[in-house]
């Protein structure tokens, strides 16, 4: 490590010749090295600046800093030897703080929106570009390997905004899914006397089928359109290539929290759309089929078992990685104008579900072949 | 670091295609130290294309780019701590407040601490003219001018050594954009900062501009504003030639005078 000043005594005056690269790269170091200086018995500090060899406005931001600090305490700050070109950057700097009305945490947040803000934040934070389908599948594999926090912070927030808002919407349009498959299903099964088996027929159909099957399309419609938009909107505006050239990779912190945090989410909400369609299939049993909720249950436990469920949520994370891959290239694919978006968004959405479904027909023949 | 360089942006036999159309073709650049030079072109002559190769947003189809002594590759990171860029619209991440923005490249390039970071992006707002009640904004409830001037501190935020500016005065009114050329000029002065603009405003040319460099038949020409408008190139004398053209190089010889 580069020595940036060295000091030399004589009683009360300390003499301080800098030297080396006052420049913004080293900056850690020059606080460091400021800090370090030990100001027993000081009344009078003199910076010598001729040792300096490249000078910048961070630089000079920290001599100005410490000559305030000293200032404070009573001790006596005089700048020697400046080159014109140094001295105009600390004058320049002076200049500016004279104006100074910032106070440390003015830009801190309102403690009780804190939360939300920053989560908001640094959503709209993660923005930029895919080339192709490739480049996704590397991201997360660099992703897997070494995980930042800005990531994991954005993986959170698609969680939230993916599947804690959606819960709502899918738990009502399965519970109706739940109400319309009792209904069809008894009038079928009331021919036989079997009204009984309406909870087996509804049960396996919203476990291996309908719950996911549902939650899938609702989230292809929310959050697939979503991340088109999103991201198209950014591709428009130029952000993507200003992240580019700040250096930060695109994919990363765009791709991944999103696809990573619907591939959690979309499971999660299929154990609620599950839970609201068996309640709706249990409520018209109970008030128009004469099943009350004891032997619905009852029924539930014999016709259901672990394979069940588990073959409906293993399909989760399957559609959840085909929404958002669809989502985010049909964005990154936008350039030009807002109409290209809006084409985009819908191509998004079509695909997604068209996607989902070809996938669910695989796993209907693959699982029927497996037996399981 | 220290490395010292003559030419700041070196561009050697630069081609760009689009399908069948040739944009540039065996085009060499070479920007100085220190300069401000000026980008100017018809529309369609590859002005923004030209900033996106030197930048590597754009992968040209031959050619070499050299940025302080590094390669341009496509897609692969330039030396981003040595320059800025200022977008035509800002560019600014509309999810962040300015200051916010302006502290993103400090955050992402350096271990330095919150506070000191927060207070060196300050520096660079107030440098640029704006207040704090600008900085905690987000940038969509900024004026056009402010947002540029908010995405010049962004640009400065990590102390470049290039700052490559697209069309920083478009969409300004007259006011605004003498201000606007006014800071530029300041902070070339007051920093060692070598600037690439593209620019239409024949004002900032002849104001501010060291060199100038006019794409046409899809190579490029290079010098000052007195030889380049004797140039004998259709487009330049049409371009100097030009009503506006010939009041702004009259104002900038008679301040010269003055």
Known sequence: ?372 | MTTEFEHVIRIRGLVNRFGTQVVHDQLNLDVRRDEILGLVGGSGAGKSVLLQSMLGLHGPNEGTIEVLGQTIRHHEPGPHKQWGVLFQDGALLSGLTVQENVELPIALHSNIPVETRRELAVLKIFMVGLDLKAASKYPNELSGGMRKRASLARALALEPKVLFLDEPTAGLDPISATEFDQLISYLHANLDLTIVMITHDVDTLFGICDRVAVLVNKGVIVDTLEEIVKHPDPWIQEYFGDPRAVRARKAAIAKVTI
């Open chain 1, 1 to 372: 490590m580069a020595e940036f000043l060295t000091e030399k005594r004589q009683n009360g005056l300390l003499q301080i010749s800098l030297q080396n690269d006052w420049v913004f790269a080293n900056l850690n170091g020059l606080q460091a090295a400021l800090d370090a200086v030990d100001l027993g018995n000081v009344t009078h500090v003199e910076l010598s600046c001729s040792g300096i060899k490249q000078f910048d406005l961070a630089g000079a931001w920290v001599l100005y800093e410490k000559s305030l600090d000293l200032e404070e305490i009573e001790i006596r700050t005089d700048f020697k030897g400046f080159q014109e070109a140094h001295f105009k950057f600390l004058q320049h700097i002076i200049d500016i703080a004279a104006r100074k009305e910032y106070v440390p945490g003015f830009f801190d947040p309102k403690p009780n929106r804190w939360l939300v803000n920053g989560i908001r934040k640094l959503g709209s934070n993660t923005i930029d570009a895919v080339d192709s389908v490739g480049f996704i599948a590397r991201s997360v594999l660099d992703g897997i390997k070494r995980p930042s926090r800005l990531v994991i912070g954005e993986i959170i927030r698609q969680i939230h905004a993916t599947g804690t808002t959606a819960i709502p919407i899918v738990m009502v349009v399965c519970f109706l899914m739940g109400v319309v498959l009792a209904y069809q299903s008894a009038r079928q099964l009331e021919q036989f006397g079997a009204n009984i088996f309406m909870v087996d027929l509804v049960a396996n159909s919203i476990f291996r089928e309908l719950g996911v099957l549902l939650a899938a399309i609702m989230v292809a419609g929310r959050s697939g359109s979503a991340f088109a938009a999103a991201l198209g909107t950014m591709k428009l505006t130029e952000e993507i290539d200003a992240l580019r050239v700040l250096g930060l990779n695109p994919n990363e912190i765009l791709i991944i929290p999103r696809v990573v945090g619907l591939m959690i989410a979309l499971p999660l909400l299929t154990v609620f759309a599950n839970i609201a369609g068996l309640i709706g299939g249990a409520f018209i049993g109970a008030i128009v089929l004469d099943i009350n909720w004891f032997s619905f249950t009852e029924r539930l436990a014999t016709s259901i078992d672990v394979n069940d469920v588990l073959v409906g949520l293993s399909k989760a994370p399957v559609f959840a990685f085909l929404i958002a891959v669809t989502g985010t290239l049909r964005g990154m694919q936008v350039s030009g104008s807002a109409e290209e978006l809006g084409r985009l968004t819908t191509v998004a959405v079509v695909q997604s579900i068209f996607l989902i479904i070809v996938a669910d027909s695989i796993f209907t023949v693959v699982y029927s072949r497996i037996g399981f």
